[in-house]
């Protein structure tokens, strides 16, 4: 038994990848006058993301079911006391993590999310579902967050945000990164440069494409050649 799947998280994470996949047909109709490329355009822009996730401010933008498990196994394999987030949401991945921190005995997350009315939903979720206390949530622009207050060390590290972001959001968190701390990168497809940075020999990391949209890496140490 584990926190994922007992009650109450489990029936509440249940009813959220339910309205998720209810409110899909929302997340298409808030692009729907946007050229495909168009929309590519400003998913890998560093300056407009904004004009584009402020079409999402309603809609909840989640992990899948298959990724919140993989989250969940990572933080528990890795004994993650230390957890940070770019991108919360409505909060779905971060109650996977949370989950992950309450059964390997407690831990603190620090996730970050500058849309005001997905922090309050997020913060309401981690409420029902038990975990509020293990996380902080960060309102505002995430390279700015996310620059100050980091713990020590971090043992997790989840990029769901602006893809154009990934490189600088990793940059912040970078020295902090425990040796094996796994960095898993949604949709970074999105983010070549992100993807020619941890996947380039000598970066410190070890990378692979998984599944269909992630990229998982772990953090190794600098390899001075």
């Known amino acids: 038994m584990t926190t994922l799947t007992t009650t109450p998280l489990a029936p509440l994470l249940s009813r959220l990848f339910d309205e998720a996949k209810a409110a899909s047909t929302d997340v298409m109709a808030a692009v729907a006058d946007l050229s495909e490329s168009e929309r590519t355009r400003l998913m890998r822009s560093k300056?407009?993301?904004?004009?584009?996730?402020?079409r999402f401010r309603h809609v909840g933008l989640p992990v899948s079911r298959e990724t919140g498990t993989l989250l969940y196994m990572l933080a528990r394999n890795c004994r993650a006391r230390s957890i940070v987030e770019f991108g919360t949401s409505f909060g779905?991945?971060?109650?996977?993590?949370?989950?992950?921190?309450?059964?390997?005995?407690?831990?603190?997350?620090i996730t970050s999310e500058f849309e005001p009315s997905k922090v309050l939903q997020a913060k309401a979720n981690l409420e029902d579902g038990g975990l509020?206390?293990?996380?902080?949530?960060?309102?505002?622009?995430?390279?700015q967050t996310l620059?100050?207050?980091?713990?020590?060390?971090?043992?997790?590290?989840?990029?769901d945000?602006?893809?154009?972001?990934?490189?600088e959001i990793l940059s912040l968190i970078e020295n902090r990164l425990k040796?094996?701390?796994?960095?898993?990168?949604?949709?970074?497809?999105?983010?070549?440069?992100?993807?020619?940075?941890?996947?380039?020999?000598?970066s410190g990391y070890m990378s692979v494409a998984f599944a269909d949209d992630i990229e998982l890496s772990m953090w190794t140490g600098k390899v001075h050649l």
Request: net charge negative; aromatic share 8%.
């Open 161 to 167: 945000g602006a893809k154009a972001l990934y490189p």
């Open 92 to 109: 779905i991945s971060t109650l996977h993590l949370a989950a992950a921190l309450r059964d390997n005995g407690g831990g603190h997350l």
């Open 47 to 54: 300056t407009d993301y904004r004009d584009l996730y402020a």
């Open 132 to 143: 509020l206390d293990l996380v902080e949530i960060r309102e505002g622009d995430a390279l």
């Open 179 to 202: 040796p094996g701390a796994f960095i898993v990168a949604d949709n970074a497809d999105y983010s070549p440069d992100y993807l020619q940075h941890v996947r380039s020999p000598g």
């Open 147 to 159: 620059s100050v207050d980091l713990p020590e060390t971090v043992d997790l590290l989840l990029l």
